[in-house]
Nanobody
Framework: QVQLVESGGGLVQPGGSLRLSCAASGFSLTYYAIGWFRQAPGKEREGLLCISQSDRSTYYADSVKGRFTISRDNARNTVYLQMNSLKPEDTAVYYC???????????WGQGTQVTVSS
């Protein structure tokens, strides 16, 4: 069964860090670009960044440049989103999605909640 499962979300104070995981099953992440997205209450889904099959990172959102990074561990079939210097406006449900290349994502995980609050 093809699945993408996000984990690692939670409550963190402003200025803190979290690392989200996107674990794949039923297929190999090696062959796909993986993107991270988020959706805050009442807002549209926002693309954050993506990692290609050749490990090239592409940022979709200027708001996370310098704070968020993406990486993949093919041995664990997992992609990570490292989030530093978190702000209350980063509060959202975070999703990962696969696609044939960055900019085209057609299979989504269920999401993990991130709340940044003191």
């Amino acid at each position: 069964q093809v699945q993408l499962v996000e984990s690692g979300g939670g409550l963190v104070q402003p200025g803190g860090s979290l690392r989200l995981s996107c674990a794949a099953s039923g297929f190999s992440l090696t062959y796909y670009a993986i993107g991270w997205f988020r959706q805050a209450p009442g807002k549209e889904r926002e693309g954050l960044l993506c990692i290609s099959q050749s490990d090239r990172s592409t940022y979709y959102a200027d708001s996370v440049k310098g704070r968020f990074t993406i990486s993949r561990d093919n041995a664990r079939n997992t992609v990570y989103l490292q989030m530093n210097s978190l702000k209350p406006e980063d509060t959202a449900v975070y999703y990962c999605a696969r696609g044939p290349n960055c900019g085209r994502h057609n299979y989504w995980g269920q999401g993990t909640q991130v709340t940044v609050s003191s």
